[in-house]
């Protein structure tokens, strides 16, 4: 069965470097969106994308986070300038778009922020 | 309070019980659905409900949809050591495309 792979599992950084998380939708999907889970709390929605262009985003997505589907296949998350609070499990999801389709989400990549 | 809280936040069983979860959601919504996670892992999709639609079942899952409540359900029958996770109820507000609101999920412990 296809499903949503992202890159790095864990990634190491230090406060104020920039950090490009990577994911791979289910090839026929049309709808993408990035979540984050900050230890032991419920999950978040960051951005969703569609038709090569942010569709919505909520209001932690700040000027901070940028997106981009550079190639048919890829679709990356951007951190420019890394703070503490950045430190969580982000998550990568796509779908097909379609009425009543369910979100597929890939395993994450634990971001830390030193 | 936020869209999508479940109770119980944790919830023990042993092995062969069953175990229900319950969520309620303040905003009207397109559809409701069940995700299971396994600590440190990703959210495996369980089941999906329409608005439209009062019950599902999908092998030992059964949910249910109250519009007039604005709450679910989730039931897993002679549930195995195996079911231990969190599992989060979202909701989608939209036709298509828009984004999930998440409980803050219950955990799971089911005692061999």
């Known amino acids: 069965e296809p499903e949503v792979t992202q890159t790095p599992s864990h990634q190491v950084t230090q406060m104020g470097q920039e950090v490009i998380l990577r994911c791979v939708p289910i090839?026929?999907?049309?709808?993408f969106y990035w979540y984050r889970q900050i230890l032991g709390q419920k999950v978040e929605f960051l951005v969703s994308?569609?038709?090569?262009?942010?569709?919505?985003k909520s209001e932690i997505f700040d000027d901070q986070f940028s997106v981009e589907r550079p190639d048919g296949s890829n679709f990356t998350l951007k951190i420019r300038s890394t703070k503490l609070e950045d430190s969580a499990m982000y998550f990568c999801?796509?779908?097909?778009?379609?009425?009543?389709?369910?979100?597929?989400f890939g395993d994450g990549t634990r971001l830390s922020i030193l | 309070s936020q869209q999508g809280e479940e109770d119980p936040q944790a919830l023990s069983i042993q092995e062969g019980e069953n175990a229900t979860m319950n969520c309620s959601y303040k905003?009207?919504?397109?559809?409701l659905q069940w995700y299971r996670q396994n600590s440190g892992r990703g959210l495996v999709h369980l089941i999906l409900?329409?608005?439209?639609?009062r019950e599902k079942h999908s092998g030992r899952l059964r949910v249910t949809l109250d519009t007039s409540k604005k709450s679910s359900s989730l039931l897993i029958t002679a549930s195995r050591a195996a079911d231990t996770a969190s599992y989060f109820c979202?909701?989608?507000?939209?036709?298509?495309?828009?984004?999930?609101?998440f409980g803050e999920g219950t955990q799971l412990t089911v005692n061999p």
């Open positions: 999801a796509s779908t097909r778009g379609e009425g009543n389709q369910p979100q597929h």
């Open positions: 090839s026929n999907h049309l709808y």
């Open positions: 994308f569609y038709n090569n262009e942010i569709s919505e």
């Open positions: 905003t009207s919504i397109n559809n």
């Open positions: 409900i329409r608005s439209n639609e």
């Open positions: 979202a909701t989608d507000a939209r036709t298509s495309g828009s984004r999930l609101t």
